[in-house]
């Protein structure tokens, strides 16, 4: 699980609203977006015992951003929050899905 990525598309709408992960054609009539990938635990991305880099947190570690399109600089860092938010709610349901099918003595895993 560490070494797991999470992707999200995040779109701008006309009226400044954030749409997450939309269809194609919703994304076809959007001013602008942003395909943003986190990594799943930013511990995994960064130095051990390392809980900041140049002055950011750890939890705001970023794999890959792109964008398309027209976005002011407030606009992107709101598709930032926002999909940081949503990957980081992802990554927690992942985590908790796939523990739950790992046995419960690890020493018995082949």
């Known amino acids: 699980?560490?070494?797991l990525a999470v992707a999200i598309c995040c779109c701008l709408a006309e009226g400044g609203y954030v749409i997450l992960d939309p269809t194609?054609?919703?994304?076809?009539k959007m001013r602008g977006f942003?395909?943003?990938v986190f990594p799943n635990s930013v511990v995994s991305v960064l130095p051990e015992g390392l809980s900041h880099v140049e002055g950011e947190p750890m939890e705001h570690g970023i794999i890959t951003s792109v964008t398309h399109g027209v976005m002011s600089v407030e606009e992107y860092l709101k598709c930032l929050e926002r999909?940081?938010?949503a990957s980081t709610k992802l990554s927690d349901f992942l985590r908790r899905s796939l523990q739950s099918q790992l046995p419960s003595d690890s020493s018995k895993a082949a």
């Open 1 to 3: 699980m560490k070494h």
């Open 24 to 28: 194609k054609i919703e994304e076809q």
């Open 34 to 36: 942003a395909y943003l």
């Open 83 to 85: 999909g940081r938010a």
